[in-house]
């Protein structure tokens, strides 16, 4: 089981970012997404969650109207597409993947994740 992100960097305030984490050892299709992020002395937080059954998606208040998370099924591939970027969206950005049964009052607990990547930095200078 493995889930790799990708395509972190650097970029300027009010720039775009993508972030994708493409998945292998586990049916894709049975599994919700999430991404989750990680600043230096913060809590991890939830981001964004998708889910590949219903097409449902959840977003941290944070980020919402500046990211939109997809899924590809055929890539077996979850994206992030950040805009409006801002100095606070600097953290280590992970994605996470559960059994497909997290909903809009639990998808941003990171206990009820099965299985982690090893995050991707994105920093955002001002």
């Known amino acids: 089981v493995q889930l790799v992100e990708s395509g972190g960097g650097l970029v300027q305030a009010g720039g775009s970012l993508r972030v994708s984490c493409a998945a292998s050892?586990?049916?894709?299709?049975?599994?919700?997404y999430g991404w989750f992020r990680q600043a230096p002395g913060k809590e991890r937080e939830g981001v964004s969650y998708?889910?590949?059954?219903?097409?449902?998606?959840y977003y941290a208040d944070s980020v919402k109207g500046r990211f939109t998370v997809s899924s590809d099924n055929a890539k077996n591939t979850v994206s992030l597409q950040m805009n409006s970027l801002k100095p606070e969206d600097t953290a280590v950005y992970y994605c996470?993947?559960?059994?497909?049964?997290?909903?809009?009052?639990?998808?941003?607990?990171?206990?009820?994740?099965?299985?982690w990547g090893q995050g991707t930095q994105v920093t955002v200078s001002s």
């Open positions: 998708i889910s590949t059954r219903d097409g449902s998606t």
């Open positions: 050892g586990f049916t894709f299709d049975d599994y919700g």
């Open positions: 996470a993947a559960d059994r497909g049964r997290l909903r809009s009052t639990n998808w941003y607990i990171d206990a009820r994740y099965d299985y």
